[in-house]
Nanobody
Framework: QVQLVESGGGLVQAGGSLRLSCAAS????????MAWFRQAPGKEREFVAA????????DHADSVKGRFTITRDNAKNTVYLQINSLKPEDTAVYYC??????????????????WGQGTQVTVSI
């Protein structure tokens, strides 16, 4: 079982930056592929980025490439999402997710077995 807790969200002006963090419990963090999804009001949850369990592969949605970067620190049981050049359309609840051990990266929610409670990111004009 993996428990995930996100932090780092907030209210920021367009063009600004944030770094989201997701801390995982347990001793198996390094075995789990990790991802970030987001959900805006009235919309479906959408893929943002994923990083493989060994950290060798990182995938980003086309809508965030060049602005968002996912990284992980297995020594700290933490995955990060650096968000730059924020736009109002980035406003959403951002969720951290983890696969079962040794799974590949995926853009599909069904690939992830564990989810955090989410952190709100609001971008003002």
């Amino acid at each position: 079982q993996v428990q995930l807790v996100e932090s780092g969200g907030g209210l920021v002006q367009a063009g600004g930056s944030l770094r989201l963090s997701c801390a995982a419990s347990g001793r198996t963090f390094s075995r789990h592929t990790m991802a970030w999804f987001r959900q805006a009001p009235g919309k479906e949850r959408e893929f943002v980025a994923a990083i493989s369990w060994a950290g060798g592969r990182a995938d980003h949605a086309d809508s965030v490439k060049g602005r968002f970067t996912i990284t992980r620190d297995n020594a700290k049981n933490t995955v990060y999402l650096q968000i730059n050049s924020l736009k109002p359309e980035d406003t959403a609840v951002y969720y951290c997710a983890a696969t079962t051990p040794y799974s590949a990266t995926s853009a599909y929610t069904r690939a992830y077995a564990y989810w955090g409670q989410g952190t709100q990111v609001t971008v003002s004009i």
